[in-house]
């Protein structure tokens, strides 16, 4: 068969490339371990707004990526076309939170891994990574930052406000100030000592302090 020949095979000639066997298999542990990673996900997300689209495409990317490999390895023309094919796909959907591209990368490589042949590696890997972001995601420190929103009508609470935060909170650092005629904003990045917020009522009774909110704050969304 010369070079003309090799790319002019038939299309049924590609039946027997793959057997069913290998595909069954390949995915149904892809569907298995992209149902494991999304279950890591729902236990694992922290983020503002809980995507179930996103979750359920974890366990879809798993599988075709698996089935992209399967392919791939299979035929060498395919994998040509494939490679080309591939490189105009442009992706629109902006992700929010990094750990979105974690799971996005790790449902991926999962599935070309399983393609692949390295079944106990991606076992191995899958269970082990699974556990490390679990883990993590389990320590919650009480030192999260919050955001202190005061509005006053006059400039001399803030004194008082001053000195009530650094009896009642671990630290306090004021982060903008906005003065208007009547009106003064004080904006404080803070880190209380436990869960106990009750000092924002004690806050609010100050003399001249007219609004208190108290929002966590994680570097992107404030609520």
Request: with cysteine; proline share 2%; hydrophobic share 50%.
């Amino acid at each position: 068969m010369d070079f003309y020949d090799f790319f002019r095979l038939d299309i049924f000639d590609n039946l027997a490339a793959v057997s069913f066997t290998s595909i069954l298999i390949s995915l149904s542990l892809a569907f298995f371990i992209g149902v494991f990673i999304f279950w890591i996900y729902t236990h694992t997300y922290s983020g503002v707004m809980y995507s179930t689209s996103f979750g359920v495409s974890i366990v879809a990317l798993t599988m075709i990526s698996t089935v992209i490999i399967l392919a791939v390895t299979s035929n060498v023309v395919l994998s040509l076309g494939m490679v080309g094919a591939l490189s105009i796909v442009r992706f629109r959907t902006a992700v929010k939170d990094p750990m979105d591209i974690v799971f996005l990368f790790w449902s991926i490589t999962t599935g070309i891994v399983l393609a692949a042949g390295f079944i106990p590696l991606a076992l191995a890997s899958t269970v082990f990574i699974g556990c490390m972001l679990y883990m993590f995601s389990q320590r919650h420190s009480i030192t999260s930052p919050y955001i202190l929103m005061i509005i006053g009508s006059h400039s001399e609470m803030e004194k008082v406000v001053v000195a009530r935060l650094k009896k009642d909170v671990k630290k306090a650092v004021i982060k903008s100030k906005t003065v208007s005629p009547g009106s003064i904003e004080l904006n404080f990045e803070v880190r209380l000592k436990d869960e106990d917020t009750s000092f924002i009522e004690e806050l609010n009774d100050i003399n001249g302090v007219e609004r208190v909110m108290l929002v966590s704050y994680n570097g992107d969304y404030m609520g």
